[in-house]
C-alpha cells in the first residue's frame, strides 16, 4: 500500500521470546492470511492482534468491519448504552460547544447501542485508520457526501439502514438504538490498513516487572502523577475523569448505571478545528476537528500521565507519538479512550 505506517494487521507471537510482525488483508474479497511454515525455525502460534486494543485475537479475526457508532453525549440522551462493550471510544468537539461520542465494536457486536446522532465531516478521519464503517441517525448532506467521498460505508436511518428502533423513554432526535448484528448482516468486512495506535509488542508489555506508563522502550522520566483530569473542549462542556482501581473512569458520563466504557488508557490530542462549512438546524456553525498532522498529547494510564507529541500524517493513517527527543513511544494493549480537543479553546487540568 506504499507507506509503511499503512501495513495490513500485525501478527504477534503468542509466548514468543521475540514480537513478529506481517501482513495481512482483511477485505472480505481476498483470502485470509496464512502462517508462516512452523519447520522454518518457529514452532509459535501466529495470532493476529486486534487493530484497536493491541490485544491477541485468540479466535480468529471477527467475521465483520469495524463499526463507527456516533452517540450522543448530554443529558438529552442519557444513558447511553452499550459503551461498555466497545473495544474504543472517542469524543469529538460539536456545534454549540457541546461533545459527540464515536465508539468503535469490532470484538463484540451489541444488540442495544445508542442513543445514535448524526455523523460529522471529522468523522473521515476518526473512522479512515481502521475502514471504519459509521453508523449514524441524521446528519447534513454535504456531510454525508464528503463522508461517502472519501470511501467510507455509512449505515443512516435517513437512508433506510437496517437495524434502529426507537427507546420508547425518550422523544426524537434522542431516542434511537441500533442493533449491530442486524447492521451486521448488510455489512461487507473492509480493508484494515494497519493499527490504530502503535501498540508495545507483547514481550516488552510483559517484561516489565514495575509498569511504566506506556510500554515504549525509551519511556521519559518525565512522567507525572494523576489520579483525576478535567478535559475541557469549550466553556460549556468538559468531561471530568478519575483513576478507579487501575481504570480511568468519567466521572460526569451519561452511561447507562455501571456499563461506562472503562479506560487502560486515556489520551488527550490538541487538534485544529476548523468549520466545516455548514449550520445546525438552530443555526450554530458546525465545527470540524482536523484529525491529522500533528500536536501536543498527554498519555494517561495507571497513575501516571505523560506528555508526548502525536502524528498522524493523512486521514485514513493510524496514530503514532514521540517523546520530546524524538524516541517512538508505544501505548500498552487495552481499552483506550481519546478525547479530540481544541488546541486553542480546550484544556486539560489533572489533580
Known amino acids: 500500500m506504499g507507506h509503511a505506517g499503512r501495513m495490513n494487521l500485525r501478527l504477534l507471537v503468542v509466548a514468543s521470546a521475540a514480537s513478529i510482525a506481517l501482513a495481512a488483508c482483511s477485505s472480505s474479497d481476498s483470502p485470509e492470511p496464512t502462517s ?12 493476529e492482534i486486534s487493530p484497536l486494543t493491541g490485544r491477541a485475537m485468540t479466535k480468529g479475526r471477527p467475521d465483520n468491519p469495524v463499526f463507527v457508532v456516533k452517540i450522543e453525549n448530554t443529558a438529552g440522551g442519557s444513558p447511553q448504552y452499550g459503551l461498555d462493550r466497545a473495544d474504543m471510544m472517542l ?11 464515536a465508539a468503535f465494536y469490532y470484538s463484540a457486536l451489541p444488540e442495544k447501542v445508542g442513543h445514535v446522532r448524526s455523523l460529522r465531516t471529522s468523522d473521515i478521519g476518526i473512522a479512515g485508520p481502521v475502514g471504519g464503517q459509521i453508523v449514524a441517525s441524521g446528519g447534513a448532506n454535504g456531510a454525508y457526501n464528503k463522508v461517502e467521498k472519501a470511501g467510507i460505508t455509512v449505515f443512516s436511518e435517513d437512508a433506510g439502514s437496517p437495524g434502529f428502533s426507537s427507546d420508547p423513554l ?6 434511537r438504538l441500533i442493533n449491530l448484528k442486524t447492521v451486521n448482516k448488510s455489512a461487507k468486512r473492509t480493508t484494515i ?9 507483547r514481550k516488552a508489555a510483559k517484561a516489565t516487572a514495575t ?11 518525565a512522567a507525572k502523577k494523576a489520579t483525576t483530569a478535567t478535559v475541557r473542549f469549550s466553556n460549556s462542556t468538559a468531561t471530568s475523569w478519575a483513576l478507579k482501581g487501575k481504570k480511568w473512569m468519567r466521572t460526569n458520563g451519561h452511561a447507562e448505571a455501571g456499563k461506562d ?8 490530542l490538541f487538534c485544529r478545528v476548523g468549520d466545516a462549512g ?3 438546524p438552530a443555526g450554530n456553525p458546525v465545527p470540524e476537528t482536523v484529525f491529522e498532522g500533528s500536536g501536543e498529547a498527554k498519555v494517561f494510564r495507571g497513575d501516571e500521565v505523560t506528555s508526548v507529541t502525536w502524528r498522524k500524517p493523512s486521514l485514513e493513517e493510524g496514530l503514532t507519538f514521540e517523546t520530546a527527543d524524538g524516541a517512538p513511544f508505544t501505548i500498552d494493549p487495552g481499552r483506550v479512550f481519546l478525547e479530540l480537543v481544541p488546541k486553542d479553546a480546550g484544556s486539560v487540568n489533572v489533580g
Open 36 to 47: 508462516p511454515d512452523a519447520s522454518q525455525g518457529s514452532a509459535e502460534k501466529l495470532v
Open 91 to 101: 469524543e469529538e468537539l460539536v456545534e454549540g460547544g457541546l461533545t459527540r461520542l
Open 170 to 175: 425518550k422523544v426524537r432526535p434522542y431516542n
Open 193 to 201: 490498513n494497519g493499527p490504530y495506535l502503535p501498540w508495545t509488542p
Open 211 to 221: 509498569p511504566e506508563p506506556t510500554g515504549s522502550a525509551t519511556a521519559p522520566s
Open 261 to 268: 466504557f472503562a479506560a487502560d488508557t486515556m489520551i488527550v
Open 278 to 280: 455548514y449550520t445546525d
